[in-house]
């Protein structure tokens, strides 16, 4: 006899969709994940591996990536008790999530934001509260304001620069907010590295309500690592860490952040190749039929066409792997590209001149 199990389970669960990239994760050209398009090279993988091979792979790493914790701090010049390093930033935005939300907590998120600010939120049950971007995809800061007050909202997270949208809050517009609000204020900065708008992460010791989010899988061209970091004022940071998963960040994510930073040449010179192609890209886009590019302060470009999912479709034919995006607010017919390099750059040009 079947048995029915969906009342044993968490409510929210039906309305949450199971992750999944569409297309998958393998092309000749891939540019879907916002990925660097240079690994870390091979003398460094070799320092990192001789490194990790002395450990002893039968103990547990520390309760928490003290280590790494104290690199990061240390390249940032800050004290390492304002630092939680995690297994990817996506595993510290369920830490802070637990932290802060639960049922009748209210949320606002800024729509279109990444999406598992929503999913994470609808699984500890606290109520979204939507603030639609302008036209343009940028930021709606007035109604971030209003919103905000008016709600009376518990928590809000702004991912700046944005993803999807690649668009940015200035500094002094991601102040206002934190300023103006008794909620705790989640600044993402995956993409902070690419941005014209400098970070604010100088706030945290100012703003005690603050917590600024990064990632290593963007800039620092280790998404296979699985390194995120949190950084907040040490008397909010020891509340976060309370629901954090021990044991979660490996030795050898540590070693390679140490190394990695170390030689940081290596993240600031991609950086400018990164930087001077979006550029590059987005004036070849800006010369082309049928496509319309907004301007990115991230790793990607946006363009609007006019058949996204045919556009998709081609583009994945002829081996090239882009995003389409089209399912979120104000993205219809919209596609999302990494940059990439110069020859895949050029052939996705190629590809887009001929529609």
């Given at each position: 006899?079947?048995?029915?199990?969906?009342?044993?389970?968490?409510?929210?669960?039906?309305?949450?969709?199971?992750?999944?990239?569409?297309?998958?994760?393998?092309?000749?050209?891939?540019?879907?994940?916002?990925?660097?398009?240079?690994?870390?090279?091979?003398?460094?993988?070799?320092?990192?591996?001789?490194?990790?091979?002395?450990?002893?792979?039968?103990?547990?790493?520390?309760?928490?990536?003290?280590?790494?914790?104290?690199?990061?701090?240390?390249?940032?010049?800050?004290?390492?008790?304002?630092?939680?390093?995690?297994?990817?930033?996506?595993?510290?935005?369920?830490?802070?999530?637990?932290?802060?939300?639960?049922p009748?907590?209210?949320?606002?998120?800024?729509?279109p934001?990444?999406?598992?600010?929503?999913?994470?939120a609808?699984?500890?049950?606290?109520?979204?509260?939507?603030?639609?971007?302008?036209?343009?995809?940028?930021?709606?800061?007035?109604?971030?304001?209003?919103?905000?007050?008016?709600?009376?909202?518990?928590?809000?997270?702004?991912?700046?620069?944005?993803?999807?949208?690649?668009?940015?809050?200035?500094?002094?517009?991601?102040?206002?907010?934190?300023?103006?609000?008794?909620?705790?204020?989640?600044?993402?900065?995956?993409?902070?590295?690419?941005?014209?708008?400098?970070?604010?992460?100088?706030?945290?010791?100012?703003?005690?309500?603050?917590?600024?989010?990064?990632?290593?899988?963007?800039?620092?061209?280790?998404?296979?690592?699985?390194?995120?970091?949190?950084?907040?004022?040490?008397?909010?940071?020891?509340?976060?860490?309370k629901?954090?998963?021990?044991?979660?960040?490996?030795?050898?994510?540590?070693?390679?952040?140490?190394?990695?930073?170390?030689?940081?040449?290596?993240?600031?010179?991609?950086?400018?190749?990164i930087?001077?192609?979006?550029?590059?890209?987005?004036?070849?886009?800006?010369?082309?039929?049928?496509?319309?590019?907004?301007?990115s302060?991230?790793?990607?470009?946006?363009?609007?066409?006019?058949?996204?999912?045919?556009?998709?479709?081609?583009?994945?034919?002829?081996?090239?792997?882009?995003?389409n995006?089209?399912?979120?607010?104000?993205?219809?017919?919209?596609?999302?590209?990494?940059?990439g390099?110069?020859?895949?750059?050029?052939?996705?040009?190629?590809?887009?001149r001929?529609?």
């Amino acid at each position: 006899m079947k048995r029915d199990i969906q009342h044993l389970l968490n409510p929210a669960l039906q309305n949450i969709a199971t992750y999944k990239v569409e297309g998958g994760q393998h092309a000749e050209i891939k540019l879907n994940q916002n990925e660097s398009p240079f690994d870390v090279p091979m003398w460094l993988k070799e320092e990192i591996i001789g490194e990790f091979v002395k450990e002893s792979w039968n103990r547990y790493p520390d309760i928490l990536p003290y280590r790494g914790m104290q690199a990061y701090a240390d390249f940032l010049g800050i004290s390492p008790d304002s630092v939680m390093m995690s297994n990817g930033s996506n595993e510290m935005l369920y830490t802070i999530f637990l932290a802060c939300l639960g049922p009748g907590r209210k949320v606002l998120i800024p729509d279109p934001s990444f999406s598992l600010y929503e999913k994470i939120a609808r699984l500890l049950q606290s109520q979204i509260v939507t603030v639609p971007m302008l036209a343009n995809l940028d930021f709606d800061t007035e109604a971030i304001l209003r919103v905000a007050r008016d709600e009376a909202v518990d928590f809000i997270v702004i991912s700046t620069p944005n993803n999807p949208t690649g668009k940015s809050l200035t500094f002094e517009e991601v102040r206002l907010i934190a300023q103006s609000s008794d909620a705790i204020v989640l600044v993402d900065e995956a993409y902070i590295e690419f941005s014209r708008q400098r970070s604010i992460l100088e706030l945290i010791d100012e703003l005690p309500n603050l917590v600024v989010l990064r990632t290593m899988s963007k800039a620092l061209a280790l998404a296979g690592i699985r390194i995120g970091f949190a950084i907040a004022s040490p008397v909010l940071m020891a509340e976060i860490a309370k629901p954090k998963i021990p044991f979660a960040s490996s030795r050898l994510a540590e070693i390679t952040l140490a190394k990695v930073l170390a030689n940081y040449s290596l993240v600031t010179d991609s950086v400018s190749y990164i930087l001077h192609e979006r550029d590059k890209l987005y004036e070849a886009l800006l010369s082309l039929d049928g496509v319309e590019p907004f301007l990115s302060d991230t790793n990607f470009l946006i363009i609007r066409v006019g058949d996204a999912d045919a556009l998709f479709q081609s583009l994945r034919s002829e081996g090239i792997l882009v995003r389409n995006v089209s399912g979120y607010h104000l993205m219809e017919n919209c596609l999302r590209f990494n940059v990439g390099l110069v020859d895949e750059n050029q052939r996705l040009i190629d590809k887009l001149r001929l529609l």
